[in-house]
C-alpha cells in the first residue's frame, strides 16, 4: 500500500522560507516520479511541481518558478520542496503525490502551511 | 497553464447519472490521453478516481467512468449513491511536464 507522509508546514511570515518533506513507502520510491500539489483554504486544487525519478528533471507552476525547488533524496524514499520568498497566496495544504501513467495516484494527508505576519 | 473549465456544480438524485465536464485546449485535454479525475470528500485527502481518460485504478466502483472528445474530457457517475457525493476535479498533462487541474465540481446528491 502506497503510504505518503509530508511534514514541515507551518506558520512563516511573508518573505519566509520553509522546507517541506514526504516520506514514501509501499512503493519503489526511487523509479517513481513525483509531485507537489496545493490547496488553498476552501479552494481548488493546483499542481505546484514534478520531479522525474532521478531527480534531474524537474518542473513547476509559472506562480513559485523561481521561488521554490523540488529535490528527492531516492536513499532515503524523501521528497522535498524548498519554500523561498513566501507570499500570502502561498498559504496552503501542501499535498505530495506519487505519479502513474500521468496521474496522481498516491496522495499524502496534506501538509498546511500559513503565510502571515 | 490556465486551469481546465468544470462546471461549478453538479448534482442527481440516487440511482441516477450525472456527467461532468471538463474543458481544455488541443494543448493539454484535446493533446494527450492523460486526463484523469479526482474524488475528495470534505478535509480528505484527494483520491483518484479515473487515469489515461477512461482507466480505473483497482478497488474504484464501475459506476464511475470517463471519456473524451477532442478539448472535452467528461466524468459520469452512475447509479449515484450518497457517498459520492463529493468534490471532483479533472486533471491533464500539458507538455513541457507540466499538469493542470480543473476548478472542481461539487457534486450533490439529492
Known amino acids: 500500500e502506497v503510504q505518503l507522509v509530508e511534514s514541515g508546514g507551518g506558520l512563516v511570515q511573508p518573505g519566509g522560507s520553509l522546507r517541506l518533506s514526504c516520506v514514501a513507502s509501499g512503493f519503489t520510491f526511487s523509479t517513481s516520479w513525483m509531485h507537489w500539489v496545493r490547496q488553498a483554504p476552501g479552494k481548488g486544487l493546483v499542481w505546484v511541481s514534478h520531479i522525474k525519478s532521478d531527480g534531474r528533471d524537474t518542473s513547476y507552476a509559472d506562480s513559485v518558478k523561481g521561488r521554490f525547488t523540488i529535490s528527492r533524496d531516492n536513499a532515503k524514499n524523501t521528497l522535498y520542496l524548498q519554500m523561498n520568498s513566501l507570499r500570502a497566496e502561498d498559504t496552503a495544504v501542501y499535498y505530495c503525490?506519487?505519479?502513474?501513467?500521468?496521474?496522481?495516484?498516491?496522495w499524502g494527508q496534506g501538509t498546511l502551511v500559513t503565510v502571515s505576519s | 497553464q490556465s486551469a481546465l473549465t468544470q462546471p461549478p456544480s453538479a448534482s442527481g438524485s440516487p440511482g441516477q447519472s450525472v456527467t461532468i465536464s471538463c474543458t481544455g485546449t488541443?494543448?493539454?485535454?484535446?493533446?494527450?490521453?492523460?486526463v484523469s479525475w479526482y474524488q475528495q470528500h470534505p478535509g480528505k485527502a484527494p483520491k483518484l478516481m479515473i487515469y489515461e481518460v477512461s482507466k480505473r485504478p483497482s478497488g474504484v466502483p464501475d459506476r464511475f467512468s470517463g471519456s473524451k472528445s477532442g478539448n472535452t474530457a467528461s466524468l459520469t457517475v452512475s447509479g449515484l449513491q450518497a457517498e459520492d457525493e463529493a468534490d471532483y476535479y479533472c486533471?491533464?498533462?500539458?507538455?513541457?511536464?507540466?499538469?493542470?487541474f480543473g476548478g472542481g465540481t461539487k457534486l450533490t446528491v439529492l
Open positions: 503525490s506519487s505519479d502513474g501513467a500521468y496521474a496522481l495516484h498516491g
Open positions: 488541443s494543448s493539454d485535454v484535446g493533446g494527450y490521453n492523460s
Open positions: 486533471n491533464s498533462y500539458a507538455a513541457s511536464n507540466s499538469w493542470v
